[in-house]
């Protein structure tokens, strides 16, 4: 019996020699029957899994979701039931940096949990903020390309980040958030996460409601200026891990307050917005927050790699009681994250020990890459079976989602308007006032109250810092696309437009 203490290959052969490489002679060369060395070798070729396209760079911990109030009302989830305790796990990102990018940068902070209920993983992949910059999935990827590197520089480009938005008015809301002090949080201890889609939740009685998602941190809002964070990125580019580690090793355990909105079948018909928009929030003073429960973080992983690497969350992963809505991005995100998973990770990756459910997964789904267990299924390996296989269970169905009558068609939300996308190309497009007259009066799309609305949130002081981070992120961005956004920023608030603009010389 080999002692636990040997080195082995990966076959268990024990080592003999793990220092010198097997040669022909003290100056090589090497033997192709060196199997140790080869082994070796090529499982550094493979220690990389393909990284995430966005949120490659993330920090973890494992924690509870404790549930202090009654929202049986709402939801049979039994995940939301009074007094329920789930285990669960949350990673932490930036949205464009690489894996190796720094903690501290201006970025949308990913907020991505999945808890480990006894009727299947719920998995709800937020943000820090409640909205986001588009609201059609057709648009992501072209998103993405200007968030990341210039394929001909590799270097990030300030020109195709303003460019894109110049020509999309729904992202200002998320635009004047990022730009805002929370665009860059002190830690991840220190900003709210939200689920940022409309989801519903589905009561016993088969109800349907519409429902936001909110946690709300107890360490405080705590945020960096510019320089701060670049202060910090200058000596320490992992601030946000470390930040997280070492608070939860010396039992500082970060937690969250979890509440929710709720909209019923009827308000959603009458809002005078689109609650399937992911432009827009609910606001408050409508849709009031509702105590749900604590979210408390208090276990590092063991293993960074196979715990938060291969952590696979993915808006598909709901369970009875809580479910999906008409929102286009969040149906887009059903299909792409599980996609980018069976990718980055392999057919199987929902088997791996991170992403497991605590209660078993009962499929037909067979062989491929990394099927590492050993089903039972004897000859119950296709359904329907003679031979006591699972089987679907009614009682689990979801009442119908009413929708009316249906035209199918490639909706843009306001069809009265020509797009400025439609129109780009055009010089006249430098000023988009004219484009906005007629949509703003037909009053059936809106991309600029709620941006507004937070806008007049800011004190004096926030709103200073806001056209300063703007105008820095603006430097050497052409004038046409400046002109552009400045036209789109003073039908947000003419205050707004102007203060950037005046920020904009100062640079
Ligand atoms: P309310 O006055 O009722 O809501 C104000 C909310 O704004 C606060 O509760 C806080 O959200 C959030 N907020 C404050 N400062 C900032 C900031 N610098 N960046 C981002 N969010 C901030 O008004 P409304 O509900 O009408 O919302 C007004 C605006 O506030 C919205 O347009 C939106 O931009 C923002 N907001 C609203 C949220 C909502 O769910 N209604 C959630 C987050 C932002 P929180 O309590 O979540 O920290």
Redesign the pocket.
Known sequence: MISPKTLTTTAGNPIANNQDSLTAGPRGPLLLADYQLLEKLAHQNRERIPERTVHAKGSGAYGVLSITHDISAYTKADVLQPGKKTECLVRFSTVAGEAGAADAERDVRGFALKFYTEEGNWDLVGNNT?VFFVRDPYKFPDFIHTQKRHPKTHLRNATAMWDFWSFMPESL?QVT?LF???GIPLTLRHM?GYGSHTYSLINKEGVRFWV?F?F?TLQG?KCMTNEESSELIGHDRESNQRDLFNAIESKDFPRWKFQI?IMTQEQSASAPFNPFDLTK?????DYPMIDVGILELHRNPENYFAEIEQAAFSPSNVVPGISFSPDKMLQARIFSYADAHRHRLGTHYEMLPVNRPKCPAQTYHRDGAMRFDEPKIGDAYYEPNSFGGPREDPTYSEPPEPLGEVTVDRYHEDRSMSHPCCAYGNEAIKNTEQLFEQKTSAGEIDDFT??G??FR??KEE?KKRLFSNIAQSMRGVPQTIQERQLSLFRRVDPAYGDGVEAALKLN
């Open positions: 409640p809301h958030i805002s002090d929370r709210n936001k909110h709300k809002i909105q929030v609910w606001p408050h003073g709620q941006a609305a937070l949130l800011m926030e």
